[in-house]
């Protein structure tokens, strides 16, 4: 069965530095998703990516963060200087449609820990 | 503004009887989608059921059921036959067309804990 995959599941880092956040989507997937989830929290969208473009953003994705399908496979989140308050699970997430019907499917998660 | 509320923090059930976990959400959409994700200790987001704003039926998936009341705004997830593996998070979430890069927002999510 098709997933998306993450990679690192964990990462721990200094404040201040740079974190790259990677994921498979589903093949034939077309939008691209990033999600985080402070501990005990609930999940809050950052950013979807369509056509090798931000479609939309939160205000929580301010210019800290970028996202990038450097090739036909992967999709990544940067954070460029890490903060104490990005100490989060990141979820990467896909979804084959072009409408509001289709689910999203996520990855397991990276958790980052900025110390 | 919250656009998906879940009032219940933390519910608790007994293995076997079913549970309803409350879900309301507000939009001026006519066409919209609506989800329900579990959030087992492990962390990953399992799909759990889909309803769409013009569904005349309720949505159902195995002991998963989706009590849908679109005048009052809710779509209330119903398990039915707990069983213990069903202890989890449990996050309702929307989608508007009006979303260019169609998101989902999610609610705060139900801690369920089913008992022997």
């Known amino acids: 069965e098709p997933e998306v995959t993450q990679t690192p599941s964990h990462q721990v880092t200094q404040m201040g530095q740079e974190v790259i956040l990677r994921c498979v989507p589903i093949?034939?997937?077309?939008?691209f998703y990033w999600y985080r989830q402070i501990l005990g929290q609930k999940v809050e969208f950052l950013v979807s990516?369509?056509?090798?473009?931000?479609?939309?953003k939160s205000e929580i994705f301010d210019d800290q963060f970028s996202v990038e399908r450097p090739d036909g496979s992967n999709f990544t989140l940067k954070i460029r200087s890490t903060k104490l308050e990005d100490s989060a699970m990141y979820f990467c997430?896909?979804?084959?449609?072009?409408?509001?019907?289709?689910?999203?499917?996520f990855g397991e998660g990276s958790r980052l820990t900025v110390l | 503004a919250q656009k998906i509320t879940q009032t219940q923090p933390g519910m608790f059930v007994q293995e076997k009887e079913a549970v309803t976990l409350d879900c309301t959400y507000d939009?001026?959409?006519?066409?919209?989608?609506l989800f329900w994700y579990k959030q087992p200790s492990s962390g990953e987001m399992i799909f759990l059921i889909y309803?769409?704003?013009?569904?005349?039926q309720n949505a159902t998936e195995g002991r998963y059921s989706l009590n849908f009341q679109k005048a009052r705004k809710s779509a209330n997830l119903v398990i039915s036959a707990s069983q213990l593996g069903d202890s989890a998070m449990y996050f309702c979430?929307?989608?508007?067309?009006?979303?260019?890069?169609?998101?989902?927002?999610f609610g705060k999510g139900t801690s369920l804990l089913v008992t022997p």
């Open positions: 309803q769409g704003s013009y569904d005349e």
């Open positions: 979430a929307m989608r508007e067309p009006r979303s260019a890069g169609y998101a989902l927002n």
């Open positions: 093949s034939n997937h077309l939008y």
């Open positions: 990516f369509y056509n090798n473009e931000i479609s939309e």
């Open positions: 997430a896909s979804s084959g449609g072009t409408s509001y019907t289709g689910e999203l499917f």
């Open positions: 939009t001026s959409d006519q066409s919209y989608g």
